[in-house]
């Protein structure tokens, strides 16, 4: 009966809608997110409230983002691509739009321009690095530490990591190479401009491994983004690198004796890609709810969910509490002036080119124990 | 009575025998059988079809991907062909360049280019770039002999005109060359539409003019099927303007163009006069303006190594080895891992399969030999772990294990183990043998289980009688027995550890994880699927080889389920 | 009921046996079986004759009591060391093993030199006439060849005794009788104690020395097979064993060795009190079919007759089975040879029939 009706009002909307609007829009659309506390926010910020201006409107949600690119492949090799719009981080938009299944957009026509009337494009500057990524947020890779274990001298200093004399105990690190090479490079002296130029080289591959060799028994590898905070939480590690976020909620939320180390965290982009080739009356609604989700407000309104940065510069100046703790959360963000003093910008057409050689050297490091 | 024998005796002496019906018996009863397969087939047959659908066909397409390569020579047909005169020595010439820039053009437009060089980036760092750059400044290669032309005079830059040209205004078509290029077209793209072009290049046309006809007739093929646009109203490609500089770079064209009559012969004489202010250099220049490493040998190497439509270099990756222009060698050895994953899986399966016989043939013992209502209670307990999601059971031995954690604690607690000199039984070769050997348990003991009900109790009662000592009986008479048992326990175990790669990822840190890891990574991250289904397809091989063993030193009927 | 000796081979004293601790499978058991004696426990399922065969294979402990092997008490000593030969009832020969080794391995756990082994397999399949099947498996013989298989697996190592726990129960009608002899002869032969348990009686009645009938854990008559059929003790053996008339009545009189019976119809019979004694005693009269007498000539002038109607009569080759309506009961069978003077009775016929009053038993009611 329920469904019954739903459908009636579907229905009833979609005929309102298709005399409204030039193009009829699908009265569905599945999104495909990272669970936890970050769909959460997405959710809170963006499908609801858009749900409340489109009633009947329904909205389904799918987990796959960790493996979205294998997924779209695999759907598009089947010529059936299920999903309306699909958050992955930057590098992983770039292989997308790279394979052709992600839709090439202009920002400046898809895009809301932000109130003061400066184009979406400009709004997000660079931080469109690829031509099929609508950016979202702006989160950084960075280390938290166990205010317990590390005595009267809290590291302050990427290098503290690879101090296994002043600090002593276990590490956890990502089990890939991206970001722990740059900051093995960093600490073994190359200045930070260098760094992938120097990693380009035979020599400075060897250099960095060289420098993850002093620490190398002295860390758990990671590959899920909760290990680290479940490490961190049960004093497996003295400290240990994920996604910004993930500590603040160790930090405020669980309330654990952890703090972070922001010097030299590494910022990366989540977005969302639109999967190339949807049917037009699905393109044409994700297209008014990607507009809609990405304009300054819904972008600040975001960040009182989690603490991750709005990716338009307009969004800024609107973040504001969280919105159950309560707290400032403009000191939680990354690109906040007091955090961002040391940062890089990880560099995803580098790591396009040298991602599979280094990988590949990388894992035969880490296998040979 | 006297009928019946006299047919009998018949049949003996004049050849077959005959059914009543006096069809020969043979081949009514091989016709009765056949209706009865074909019975059998059709009751079997949604099954069969599903299996062929869910599972053949899934293996049969791995073992396909894992030498399939035709990415190159469909992206690249022309630059593939040019390279074959290449002797490798010193980088390629004009011709080549010439032939990449047509190419990639139309390979850029069809966003197939960057797939490309995903490939190839997997051999030669670098060339996914290369590609992806490259591609995107494919248009100003081209822009350079617009720019010419459309000063020479002003009608090229008119849609219609050259569609007037390049059909010669209705003359003779030249379907040759539209079929062949629509072919490759085809192979480049998967999903192109099929329909009217609107469009046929002139026959007198592409005689005069081959290398413009030919991109014209890919930009009207494009045009129409990929983006659904009518040819004669769309700007043609910078690419055809590069093309008509080509042909008119050649001087014998230049004389031909001054006798031929038809439409825009004028506007084709003014632009062959104008022919010494084309780009000069050629293609070769042009690509190194836009990236140095065109001149780089080994990314031409890559593309010849790999151009064949069949390649073995994924299986070659596989066992650390390496096909390059010089032929197979072996990897860096900073880059060699699969043999040494390949051993540890094969290792540490063995490992895990020995440690649930050791576990669970007591067990099963216990299960078969309780009274019913204890033995029963006792499944119960052994398949509880069957109804826990594998993440959790995985999470317990981390939280059990860890160096913080239940053991290291309660060891700790009763001073077996010094506060600082915790254990390490995690993130190790160890937890993994842990964790998967609680996992893997209950299929090491059912089949034990199942094949030990079967045994009677008689037998050791028996032994014991004829004068055999508890221990006897048991390893003489009962052990033999159960063997079948051990047997389907110990492939259910191995064959399902060799391909876990949850647990390992999650407890085994860098020692302790499988070739099935590797597998997982190629898949849904690298992306590298060519790479995963050949380590895929050795794994099978090697299960396969395994069991042709285990059939011979034990026999494969010696293995029972129950 | 026996007398427990002290010089038997196999000797029970006051065995018993309990599983749960509250109730007896085996109640106050005296048995002694002699050196070379076939014995047989013959007994209804759930008599006990089976646990009282484990508990002398070791296989069950006594709850209570002595079992004496060879005049020591073996309540102790583990199965293995017992070296008693034991033929078990799906013959338990193992699967995995030929013929010759399931045979060598009671020697090969002997520590028996190879050549010794093997000649005392090739020996022992002799003895069953299967000495070309020695390289083959259990599973590919017959029922029968399994069955001596298994006779020659509990000999080869030449114990003293052997038990057999029904033994033929899988076999046909025709192989089992060939078994029984083959089985008799042999141990005979050889001279060895066989304790033999079954619940078939002409397997017990043909091939044993002694019968031990069990009923309710307890030894209800031991006996040679003739006296156990001619002269039960009880009427759970009258009635167990073999064919048997029986009637309920009252004891009129005992004199002269013969007891008059009143039967509940009212008829009196003769009959030979066993275990009765006094007028008035309840009894239950016991009569085998073939010596009740329907021919006047042939009985006593005084003897006591009862009138009877034929009910139905069955031809059954070497004898006529006659199904007659006596004192109330109407299926009372009497047996007769098929010999050409003898009559053969019409249904509805009204005759009179008796019996030698030795013939029938008065036993307890």
């Keep these: ?369 | 009575m006297s009928d019946a024998s006299t047919s009998m005796s018949d049949a003996s002496t004049a050849g077959p025998m005959l059914a009543a019906d006096g069809t020969p018996l043979k081949r009514s009863l091989r016709k009765a059988l056949r209706r009865e397969k074909m019975r059998a087939l059709m009751l079997i047959a949604p099954l069969l079809f599903f299996i062929l659908l869910t599972f053949i066909a899934p293996i049969a397409d791995m073992l396909f991907r894992s030498v399939e390569n035709q990415i190159v020579s469909n992206t690249l047909p022309r630059t593939v062909i040019a390279l074959d005169d290449w002797d490798g020595q010193e980088e390629p010439g004009e011709k080549v360049y010439q032939a990449l820039y047509f190419d990639l053009f139309v390979a850029a437009e069809a966003k197939e280019h960057t797939k490309l060089g995903t490939r190839l980036n997997y051999e030669e760092t670098g060339i996914s770039s290369l590609f992806r750059t490259t591609g995107r400044r494919s248009d100003d290669i081209g822009e350079a002999y617009q720019d010419v032309f459309e000063d020479v005079d002003p009608r090229f830059k008119e849609a219609g005109f050259w569609y007037d040209m390049m059909t010669a205004g209705g003359g003779e078509p030249d379907t040759a060359l539209m079929s062949e290029r629509l072919g490759t077209m085809n192979r480049l793209i998967a999903d192109l539409a099929s329909g009217d072009i609107g469009f046929a290049p002139a026959a007198e046309i592409s005689a005069l003019l081959p290398k413009t006809a030919e991109a014209y007739t890919d930009f009207a093929i494009f045009t129409a099927l990929a983006d659904g646009d009518v040819v004669a109203e769309e700007d043609p490609w910078e690419a055809v303007y590069a093309a008509l500089g080509v042909d008119l770079a050649n001087a014998e064209t230049r004389d031909a163009v001054q006798v031929y009559e038809g439409p825009g012969a004028d506007a084709l004489r003014a632009a062959a006069a104008a022919a010494d202010q084309l780009p000069a250099g050629g293609f070769k220049s042009a690509f190194l303006d836009v990236d140095e490493d065109w001149a780089s040998q080994g990314v031409w190497e890559t593309i010849k190594t790999y151009s064949a439509s069949y390649t073995p270099g994924y299986f070659l990756n596989s066992v650390d080895l390496e096909l390059s222009a010089d032929g197979i060698s072996p990897r860096d050895e900073d880059q060699q891992i699969y043999i040494l994953l390949f051993k540890r899986t094969i290792f540490m399966s063995l490992t895990i399969m020995f440690s649930c016989i050791l576990l669970g043939y007591p067990i099963a013992w216990l299960l078969a030999n309780l009274p019913v209502r204890t033995s029963n209670l006792l499944l119960i307990l052994v398949l509880l772990p069957f109804w826990t999601s594998l993440l959790v059971r995985t999470s317990a031995w981390k939280v059990l294990l860890q160096q913080q954690g239940v053991i290291n604690d309660i060891l700790v607690w009763s001073g077996i183990v010094d506060d600082a000199n915790r254990l390490v039984m995690i993130n190790n070769q160890f937890g993994t043998i842990v964790a998967m050997t609680h996992i893997l348990l209950p299929f090491m003991i059912l089949p034990l289980y199942s094949v030990m009900q079967t045994i009677p109790p008689s037998y050791l009662r028996a032994a014991k009688s004829l004068g055999a000592t508890n221990w006897t009986a048991f390893w003489r008479v009962y052990f033999p027995q159960s063997v079948p048992g051990i047997g389907a326990g110990s492939i259910l175990v191995f064959i399902l550890s060799i391909g876990y790669y949850i647990t390992p990822e999650l407890v085994g840190g860098t020692t302790g994880t499988f070739i099935s890891n590797r597998i997982a990574y190629h898949i849904s991250s690298s992306l590298n699927w060519g790479l995963a289904a050949a380590l895929g397809s050795i794994l099978l091989a090697a299960v396969l080889i395994l069991y042709w063993a285990y059939d011979k030193i034990v026999g494969i009927d010696n293995v029972k389920l129950g | 009921m026996t007398n427990a000796s002290e010089n038997g081979f196999v000797v029970f004293d006051r065995v018993q046996k309990s599983y749960d601790g509250e109730t007896l499978v085996v109640k106050d058991l005296n048995l002694s079986v002699g050196r070379g004696e076939f014995l047989t426990m013959l007994g209804p399922s759930g008599s006990g004759k089976t646990t009282c065969l484990m508990m002398l294979a070791g296989f069950e402990t006594a709850t209570h009591g002595d079992i004496l092997l060879g005049g020591k008490p073996i309540n102790n000593i583990p199965p293995h060391k017992r070296g008693i030969g034991m033929v078990f009832q799906n013959y338990a020969l193992f699967p995995h093993m030929t013929i010759a080794e399931n045979l060598s391995f009671p020697l090969e756990v002997r520590k028996i030199g190879k050549s010794e082994r093997e000649e005392k397999v090739t020996r022992a399949l002799g003895m069953v006439q299967m000495e070309t099947f020695g390289g083959r498996r259990p599973a590919q013989l017959s029922g029968g060849q399994q069955q001596r298989v298994a006779l020659a697996r509990a000999l080869v190592f030449e114990p003293e005794l052997v038990l057999m726990d029904e033994p033929l129960g899988a076999l046909d009608k025709q192989l089992r009788e060939h078994m029984q002899f083959e089985i008799t002869n042999l141990a005979h032969e050889l001279g060895i104690t066989t304790v033999y348990v079954t619940h078939d009686q002409t397997e017990a009645l043909t091939m044993s020395d002694n019968v031990a009938v069990f009923d309710d854990g307890r030894i209800q008559q031991l006996a040679a097979p003739d006296k156990l059929y001619e002269e039960p003790e009880n009427s759970f053996v009258a009635q167990f064993i073999g064919e048997n008339n029986t009637m309920l009545g009252t004891i009129q009189s005992v004199e002269n060795g013969v007891a008059v019976v009143q039967l509940d119809s009212g008829d009196l019979i003769d009959t030979k009190p066993i275990n009765v004694s006094k007028p008035g005693e309840r009894t239950r009269v016991s009569i085998r079919p073939e010596r009740v007498e329907f021919n006047k000539d042939r009985l006593h002038a005084d003897a006591h007759t009862l009138k009877a109607e034929v009910v139905e009569f069955i031809y059954m080759g070497d004898i006529f089975r006659t199904k007659l309506k006596v004192a109330g009961l109407d299926d009372f069978i009497i047996k007769t040879r098929n010999a050409p003077d003898q009559r053969r009775l019409q249904p509805g016929e009204m005759i009179e029939i008796g019996w030698m009053p030795e013939d029938c038993r008065a036993l307890d009611a």
Aim: hydrophobic content about 40%; aromatic content about 10%; some cysteine.
């Design chain 1, 1 to 369: 009966m329920r469904r019954m009706t739903t459908l009636l009002a579907t229905s009833a909307l979609a005929v309102t809608a298709s005399a409204t609007f030039a193009q009829e829009m699908a009265d569905s659309m599945t999104l495909v997110s990272w669970g936890g506390a970050y769909q959460a926010s997405q959710r809170n910020a963006y499908a609801e409230p858009y749900k409340e201006m489109h009633p009947g409107l329904e909205v389904v949600w799918d987990e796959s983002s960790n493996e979205a690119v294998a997924k779209l492949r695999a759907m598009n090799e089947a010529g059936n691509v299920t999903w309306d719009l699909v958050d992955v981080v930057a590098s992983d938009a770039m292989r997308l739009c790279d394979e052709g299944l992600a839709m090439e957009y202009d920002p400046d026509e898809l895009l809301a321009p932000a109130p003061d009337g400066t184009p979406a494009s400009e709004d997000f500057g660079d931080l469109i690095v690829s031509d099929c990524f609508i950016p979202q947020i702006v989160y950084s890779t960075t280390f938290g530490y166990r205010t317990d274990m590390v005595g009267d001298t809290p590291p302050d200093d990427i290098c503290d990591v690879f101090d296994l004399e002043a600090y002593p105990g276990k590490r956890s690190l990502e089990k890939r190479p991206i970001n722990n090479m740059e900051w093995a490079l960093l600490c073994s002296g190359v200045a930070k401009e260098d760094i992938y130029d120097v990693l380009e080289t035979e020599e400075g591959q060897n250099q960095a491994f060289a420098k993850l060799d002093t620490i190398k028994d002295q860390v758990i590898w990671w590959s899920a983004g909760a290990d680290t905070p479940q490490l961190l939480a049960d004093g497996e590690v003295v400290m240990g690198s994920t996604y910004n976020g993930r500590l603040f909620s160790v930090i405020e939320e669980q309330d654990q004796p952890v703090a972070m180390l922001w010097d030299a965290q590494v910022f990366d982009l989540d977005g969302w890609i639109i999967p190339a080739g949807l049917p037009a009356d699905r393109l044409a609604r994700v297209k008014d709810f990607v507009k809609f989700a990405t304009d300054t407000q819904r972008l600040a309104d975001q960040a009182a969910y989690i603490s991750y940065g709005p990716a338009r510069q307009s969004s800024a100046p609107l973040v504001g509490e969280h919105a159950e703790l309560g707290i400032d959360m403009a000191p939680h963000m990354p690109t906040d002036p007091d955090n961002a003093q040391n940062t890089f910008l990880y560099n995803y057409e580098w790591w396009a080119d040298y991602r599979d050689d280094l990988d590949a050297k990388f894992q035969a490091w880490l296998a040979k124990g």
